[in-house]
């Protein structure tokens, strides 16, 4: 459990790069442009114990050109989907992330969705699509967070509740195949970051 891999995916201009360097960097550019390179921020944690090295990649606009491959979800432990508020169709299209995603890394993977850009959402609107939103994170047994990049609201929110649930979800994993060897896993809940790599 010392090296996770999370993946960020949605369609091309919701806002996955602009949420990781809000979250990592504490920086947003207003005209932040489609890059056609992954990129890669990387978080050390504690937790109860252990040095954890969370690497989070982004696709980086790459599934504007249908040129993601399986390579890029091989691994992954973890996922954030963001779709953006004022596109509902972008919400639509994550239930063809997470079906892509499952196919690959399996049914038992641990996803969060985030609907980004609420500071420019039509807050009429979002009750109209509130229902079939519940209703899908329901069935998924996922959360579902409102979120900005431009002002962070919910950012912190939906990053820890993705690590400490991937994190629990491995813990009870290697926990399980520990006791059968007669060992006991040691462990604490302290997230510490680290230096980041990544844009802006």
């Not at 038992?108 to 899908?136: C, M, P, Q, W």
Request: proline fraction near 0%.
């Amino acid at each position: 459990m010392s090296d996770i891999k999370i993946v960020i995916l949605g369609e091309g201009r919701v806002g996955k790069t602009s949420i990781l360097c809000k979250y990592f960097k504490q920086k947003f550019d207003e005209g932040q442009k489609s890059t056609i390179n992954p990129s890669l921020f990387e978080k050390e944690v504690n937790y109860k114990g252990k040095k954890i090295q969370l690497k989070f990649w982004d696709t980086a606009g790459q599934e504007q050109f249908n040129a993601i491959s399986t390579i890029y979800y091989q691994n992954a432990k973890g996922a954030l989907l963001v779709y953006d508020v004022t596109i509902f169709e972008t919400f639509q299209k994550v239930e063809t992330w997470v079906h892509t995603l499952q196919e690959v890394v399996g049914k038992d993977i641990t996803f969060v969705i985030a609907g980004n850009k609420f500071d420019l959402s039509d807050r009429n609107s979002l009750s109209t699509h509130s229902a079939e939103i519940d209703g899908y994170c329901a069935k998924e047994n996922c959360k579902h967070f409102f979120t900005s990049a431009k002002t962070g609201y919910n950012l912190e929110e939906a990053f820890e509740s993705l690590i400490n649930s991937v994190l629990k979800k491995l813990e009870q994993s290697e926990g399980g195949a520990n006791k059968k060897k007669g060992r006991k896993l040691e462990i604490s809940d302290t997230i510490v970051e680290k230096e980041k790599k990544g844009c802006c």
